[in-house]
T-cell receptor, first 112, second 113 residues
């Protein structure tokens, strides 16, 4: 079946701009996660949804970052006033209940 | 807070060599432990996992045993292949509360023919 998909695969933006990153989880998966991976580092947790609600947003670095999952399926990660330090690969994962997390291919964000 | 420390790479081996990638963790209680692998140009994939002390996870010839006494989850393979070249990440999921994964920094493995 289809895995986790993320769009766009690459995004180049200018400092100060607003960006949206989209994640389509595996059908039927109730949980959805966002991670950020900087070059040479492991993924770092940002936020986790159980259904439509954010169960844990403790990893969001500041109030420029926000994520939604209005219908309990697709999620959008939103970054306002982007900074060069936001450049990274943004990974989305989904799981059914507390089972294995399946990762998407990521969105590579470059802020110039 | 919870953390994972894994051996720094890169690691370069010849085909059929024995592989060990060390991983230790800091967490309260009994976390679940995972090894994920990222092949070149591909996304993260679960390689194996163990959810309680003394459990052994295994897949594709790789093994790791959950050692509570040493807070370790070292990855081993008896005979590596060129196709095992990838970046390997050790991760934990804390007991109770959030389902988030905490990852190590990753170890890049290159296997030469």
């Amino acid at each position: 079946g289809a895995g986790v998909s993320q769009t766009p695969s690459n995004k180049v933006t200018e400092k100060g701009k607003y960006v949206e990153l989209r994640c389509d989880p595996i059908s039927g998966h109730t949980a959805l996660y966002w991670y950020r991976q900087s070059l040479g580092q492991g993924p770092e947790f940002l936020i986790y949804f159980q259904g439509t609600g954010a169960a844990d947003d403790s990893g969001l670095p500041n109030d420029r970052f926000f994520a939604v999952r209005p219908e309990g399926s697709v999620s959008t990660l939103k970054i306002q006033r982007t900074e060069r330090g936001d450049s990274a690969v943004y990974l989305c994962a989904s799981s059914f209940a507390q089972e294995t997390q399946y990762f998407g291919p990521g969105t590579r964000l470059l802020v110039l | 807070g919870d953390s994972v420390t894994q051996m720094e790479g890169p690691v370069t081996l010849s085909e059929e060599a024995f592989l060990t990638i060390n991983c230790t963790y800091t967490a309260t209680g009994y976390p679940s432990l995972f090894w994920y692998v990222q092949y070149p140009g591909e996304g993260l994939q679960l390689l194996l996992k163990a959810t309680k002390a003394d459990d052994k996870g295994s897949n594709k010839g790789f093994e790791a045993t959950y050692r509570k006494e040493t807070t370790s989850f070292h990855l081993e393979k008896g005979s590596v292949q060129v196709s095992d070249s990838a970046v390997y990440f050790c991760a934990l999921r804390g007991q109770g509360g959030s389902e988030k994964l905490v990852f190590g920094k990753g170890t890049k493995l290159t296997v030469n023919p």
